[in-house]
């Protein structure tokens, strides 16, 4: 891939917006918008802290069974890269109030016709 490329303005922007919109939900636990992010197919992964889901229907049940308290964190070292118009790697470290632990976040996501979809997304927690 030429490096003309990577990171072009409007889609960086496209894909930050998406990426930030996902943050609010998920420290809002606003489902909705969560599943409408996730790439409705049985072929999309997250791997948690504490769980492997395969597919769209596991991440909806771990999302709906979540308790929706506790999830305000603070983003760091967030970077976001994408690859053409219609591919994007989105990692960042974040931390929860009261936890010593560093938490990872990486998300793979893709440009379809009803907009960007996370396909696959990895969390970890390290002390």
Do not use: C
Request: glycine residues 6%; proline residues 2%.
């Amino acid at each position: 891939m030429k490096t003309e490329h990577i990171d072009r303005p409007a889609i960086l922007a496209e894909v930050n917006a998406a990426f930030y919109r996902y943050e609010q939900a998920l420290i809002n636990n606003d489902t909705v918008v969560l599943d409408e992010l996730f790439w409705h197919d049985k072929r999309t992964l997250r791997f948690g802290a504490g769980e492997n889901l395969y597919g769209i229907d596991a991440i909806r049940e771990f999302r709906a069974s979540r308790p929706p308290q506790g999830l305000d964190r603070d983003l760091q070292n967030t970077v976001i890269t994408t690859f053409g118009d219609d591919m994007a790697i989105a990692s960042t470290e974040f931390r929860r109030e009261g936890s010593d632990k560093v938490g990872r976040q990486t998300q793979t996501w893709i440009k379809m016709a009803s907009g960007w979809k996370i396909v696959a997304a990895h969390v970890s927690l390290m002390q």
